[in-house]
């Protein structure tokens, strides 16, 4: 004779506002469906409740994590299934992570509306630390925010007039094709090199307002080569692509820094395009800067990716593979 399976058990949880429900669930309940998905919970949605059964454990994990929804909700922030999927995985590696503060305040909204925000602890840490420290260095995979964030804050400070310009570099380094067979003069030659910088702020500002900005010098955009021999006063200095700046560089972009500036280094230490012959400056750095009293070090990894979702799996299959996709 078979037993009777033992029932689960269960939890409710209530939600009084029809508006905010429907941003909680998600479009076809795909915030829940996620909920389910990376907490092994049974999750069911009945009018403006859900049903939660599982673990004791589990379940009081999932009740955390809808609660903290519910705040991120209430406070006007957008919420969508990837912010979701993070939350649960912040919430995991760290239990204390309040997800209120990280998604619910705006750090810039842009002229169209949109609202910026950091999409995870780790980016909320970055933040924190572009607002605490004078140099900073972000190390991750593509995809996590290093630079745009940057660019956000950099933009932010130039608003409140925190700093009178905004200097954006590059190091020029060849990635598989060669530099010289572009077209054109230098300027001409190096600028695909500084697209991504130019993309992300457009994005955050009106064309004519950051070709504005960008002609009558108060936004900079310059490869690296180009900083040699100056000081930078009363200016917020972002240094992109740090992997592939060499040992001389870094030290030569750091030292530019002058009164009243700070320097943001993103880089991704897995993506180097220098001759094996060449030390990179961002890993040489991390070794000798790491614990010096001002500078910030943060470090953002596959679960901060903000890009497509299947980012995150690309890039963790790249990494379970050891490999950078190089021959």
């Known amino acids: 004779m078979s037993k009777e399976p033992v029932p689960r058990p269960e939890s409710t949880v209530e939600f009084d506002d029809a508006d905010l429900v429907r941003q909680i669930f998600g479009e076809h309940d795909e915030n829940l469906r996620a909920l389910e998905r990376l907490t092994g919970l049974e999750v069911n949605a009945r009018g403006n409740s859900v049903i939660l059964r599982g673990a004791e454990e589990e379940l009081r994990f999932g009740e955390r994590v809808l609660g903290q929804l519910h705040e991120v909700v209430r406070s006007g922030a957008p919420l969508y299934a990837p912010d979701v999927e993070r939350a649960i995985q912040a919430m995991n590696r760290d239990p204390k992570v309040d997800m209120r503060g990280v998604l619910s305040q705006p750090l810039f909204v842009t002229r169209r509306g949109k ?31 290093k630079t745009y964030l940057a660019m956000v804050q950099a933009i932010s400070a130039l608003m409140a007039k925190e700093v009178q310009r905004i200097v954006l570099c590059r190091p020029a380094v060849e990635a598989g094709e060669k530099l010289g067979y572009l077209p054109g003069d230098l300027a001409e030659k190096v600028n695909p090199y500084l697209r991504p910088l130019y993309d992300a702020l457009h994005d955050l500002l009106d ?10 010098g108060t936004i900079e955009v310059a490869p690296l080569a180009f900083m040699r021999g100056r000081t930078l006063n009363n200016a917020f200095c972002i240094l992109d ?42 890993t040489e750095v991390i070794r000798i800067l790491q ?11 596959e679960v ?12 963790r299959a790249y990494e379970r593979a050891g490999s950078d996709g190089r021959e």
């Open 304 to 315: 901060d990716v903000v890009r497509h979702p299947l980012v995150q799996a690309i890039v």
């Open 207 to 216: 064309f004519d307002g950051a070709r504005r900005l960008v002609e009558t």
């Open 115 to 145: 609202r910026i925000v950091p999409r995870s602890a780790a980016q909320k840490a970055y933040v924190d630390g572009m607002r605490q420290c004078d140099v900073v260095f972000a190390v991750g995979p593509a995809g996590t925010g």
């Open 291 to 301: 614990d010096v009293d001002g500078i910030r070090f943060s470090y953002l990894t």
């Open 241 to 282: 692509e740090a992997q592939n700046a060499t040992a001389e560089q870094m030290k030569m972009f750091l030292t530019r820094l002058g009164y009243d500036s700070k320097a943001v280094i993103t880089g991704d230490i897995t993506q180097i395009d220098l001759p094996e012959t060449r030390r990179s400056g961002l």
